[in-house]
């Protein structure tokens, strides 16, 4: 099998990689990509906004599948353009990656499915901004409506701060969405769906914020770990019977079936599990903790997806043990990264490339916001962090940042899931 992934970060490094050791896979390109792909798999430039040249690619490429990594393009259509092409592909159609593409599409598909989310209110004419905010309490949570890379959502208990980045969003002509607050742990289960059948991977946890403690701004995310050793039994099939399989049936009812990854972001509250948002695609970085323990070959699982042909799947094999990463990331990050810098260490197991790229004399310096996402496995949660951190020590950009604390306060045991009072 010729698989062709679409993509240049990290997650997308970390499928390429999982292919890699499928031995059903004969040829694997990856396009974009990034410095570290680059050593696994053969590279072809691609606009990745531009469903036409990605179905070209494919098509040039002779590729049996296209794995599409990231939302852009499946909200612009390319998996659509590749099918049409008559080439299998792994992502969902522009209509359903709405789900990901319009928070309010998505909560009309929640309310449709009698899925729990918070309460809330869109907002699109600042006239009515002040009388909207008065029908929520702090913590306040303002969204931008469309995609905004993790980076559009804040969540302070401040009115000022709360209204001073809805006007902004709303001057810059997004719709604002006006949330309820939602209490507990999050959690990330990303699902294999075709149309209604939903397979669930290995639960995980993603740490937004920029800072060590939860502080600072939203990222694309700073670190993550698998499986969570705070949940309850059964936790994943309560979450696949009460969110993902209402809604991948709700999806087939309005016929935009979803196939691909769906991934649910999750507030584990104290009145049950809440949708915190639906994404259209792998998580990163919890895709590179996912697949480092999945031991089901990939290339056929994504291919059985993409064919309509996942219910015939047997059950995953997973390692034991758990995995954890911590994201490199460079200086200003997240806001506007320096690039160009020499990266060091950067060749060795576990270090998974993301913002990279090799200059002409062979140096591999960073290209991007996020870096390298280095992952450590081990037979624990403190094994697997340990391993993580043993890793990072190896690698060196100048002015780069790191979170110290992921998967910390699982390993402590502090996390628990609040109880209703
Ligand atoms: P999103 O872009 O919707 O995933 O939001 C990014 C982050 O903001 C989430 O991972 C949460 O940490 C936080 N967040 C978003 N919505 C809520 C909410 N309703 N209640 C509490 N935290 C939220
Ligand atoms: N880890 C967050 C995301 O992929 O959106």
Request: hydrophobic share 45%.
């Amino acid at each position: 099998m010729r698989v062709l992934v679409v993509g240049s970060g990290a997650r997308e490094h970390s499928i390429v990689l999982a292919l890699s050791q499928d031995p059903e896979v004969t040829a694997l390109a990856c396009a974009p990509g990034n410095a570290g792909t680059a050593t696994i798999a053969e590279q072809h430039g691609l606009d990745v906004t531009d469903p036409a040249a990605g179905a070209e690619l494919a098509r040039r490429w002779r590729a049996d599948l296209v794995v599409i990594g990231p939302e852009v393009p499946l909200v612009a259509g390319m998996a659509d353009a590749i099918r049409a092409a008559g080439i299998d592909c792994f992502g969902p159609s522009a209509a359903a990656a709405r789900i990901e593409g319009s928070k309010s599409f998505a909560k009309d598909v929640m309310a449709a499915a009698g899925v729990r989310t918070a309460r809330s209110e869109v907002v699109d004419n600042p006239a009515r901004l002040d009388a909207a905010l008065a029908r929520f309490r702090p913590p306040y949570v303002v969204k931008d409506d469309g995609l905004a890379a993790g980076k559009g959502v804040v969540v302070s208990a401040d009115l000022e701060v709360a209204r001073a980045h809805a006007s902004t969003l709303l001057e810059a002509g997004h719709p604002v969405l006006l949330e309820d607050y939602l209490d507990g742990p999050e959690a990330s289960l990303f699902c294999l769906v075709d149309g209604e059948t939903v397979v669930p991977l290995l639960p995980a946890q993603d740490f937004k914020r920029v800072g060590d403690g939860d502080t600072g701004p939203n990222t694309g995310g700073m670190g993550a770990y698998a499986p969570l050793p705070w949940a309850p039994p059964g936790l994943t099939q309560q979450l696949v019977e009460e969110i993902v399989a209402p809604v991948a049936a709700e999806m087939v009812r309005r016929e935009v079936p979803f196939q691909g990854l769906l991934y649910a972001g999750l507030a584990l509250t104290s009145s049950g599990p809440a949708v915190i948002e639906f994404n259209c695609r792998f998580g990163d970085p919890e895709t590179q903790v996912v697949l480092a323990l999945l031991r089901t070959p990939l290339a056929r699982l994504l291919r059985a997806t993409a064919t309509g042909k996942l219910a015939g799947e047997g059950p995953l094999e997973w390692a034991d043990g758990s995995a954890v990463t911590v994201v490199v990331a460079a200086e200003g990050y997240p806001g506007t990264p320096r690039v160009g810098d020499v990266i060091t260490g950067a060749d060795g197991e576990g270090v998974l490339h993301a913002g990279t790229r090799r200059r002409e004399d062979g140096a591999v310096v960073s290209a991007g916001g996020r870096v390298l996402s280095i992952v450590g496995t081990g037979p624990d949660l403190a094994a697997a962090r340990d391993d993580a951190y043993r890793r990072l020590a190896g690698v060196h950009l100048a002015g780069s940042h790191h979170r110290t604390d992921i998967a910390a306060r699982a390993v402590a045991g502090e996390i628990s899931i609040p109880t209703a009072e």
